[in-house]
């Protein structure tokens, strides 16, 4: 591995970070792979955070965003994956409570119909309980699950015709 020096490693680090927003854990994991000492790596991220590089408050709210507009994945499952790269609680329900409730609803309704489309089950209760666990693997709770799959179950004649 080629020797790297501090200077040229905070060089390379303000670029990785100006690609796309990052998490101090995922810098410092990219630092850990280097031969820097850990004191050097501290001052590092330091320096980033200081100069705006880092913000783990910026990463949690551009997090939320973009892995529920393009993943389509559900408050459950946002906030596992922040929680595992350790983002401090505090800012991860600041950035959930960003989601609009109406999007957020509509977008699981979606999901649910897209998914009721391709689903083979003999009755309507093998059917629910296939849509609530496709839901809850995409992050949704039950309780927001249950919501939409009721309504969504109960009216599959309207369903059937707005989607013709």
């Excluded at 060089?11 to 000492?37: F, G």
């Excluded at 992050?139 to 989607?163: H, P, W």
Aim: hydrophobic share 35%.
């Amino acid at each position: 591995m080629k020797e790297v020096n501090e200077p040229e490693m905070l060089r390379r680090m303000a670029a990785y970070c100006s690609s796309a927003e990052r998490c101090v854990q995922e810098v410092r994991k990219k630092l850990e792979a280097t031969t820097l000492q850990p004191e050097e790596a501290d001052r590092i991220v330091a320096r980033l955070l200081h100069e705006g590089f880092l913000d783990e408050q910026r990463f949690a709210r551009a997090f939320v965003n973009d892995k529920f507009r393009f993943n389509h994945w559900g408050k459950v499952k946002i906030d596992y994956e922040l929680r595992k790269k350790a983002i401090p609680p505090a800012y991860i329900e600041d950035a959930l409570e960003s989601l609009s409730e109406e999007s957020y609803m509509s977008d699981l309704v979606a999901l649910l119909k897209t998914k009721l489309k391709t689903l083979k089950a003999k009755d309507d209760r093998e059917r629910y309980y296939k849509l609530l666990r496709f839901a809850a693997g995409r992050g949704f709770s039950v309780q927001e699950a249950n919501v939409c799959i009721r309504k969504l179950l109960n009216n599959t004649e309207d369903y059937e015709t707005t989607m013709e």
